[in-house]
């Protein structure tokens, strides 16, 4: 992904274009979003419940 709102998922929601989410596939296939923000504040869900449409500490991904 290029980053920002245009790329917005709507099956992930925000995470999609967030700089703090992390997309895991496993072999089978299977993919899970993880929070890095979660690793520093506990606030945050390690693996939230999708699609996430609101986040307090949502930041979107910086154009390259």
Do not use: K
């Amino acid at each position: 992904m290029d980053g920002g709102v245009n790329d917005l998922d709507p099956d992930v929601g925000l995470c999609s274009c967030c700089r703090w989410a992390h997309l895991t596939t496993t072999a089978r296939g299977s993919r899970f979003w993880r929070c890095t923000r979660a690793e520093s504040d506990p606030r945050f869900p390690r693996y939230p419940r999708l699609p996430v449409l609101q986040c307090s500490g949502y930041e979107e991904t910086a154009d390259e």
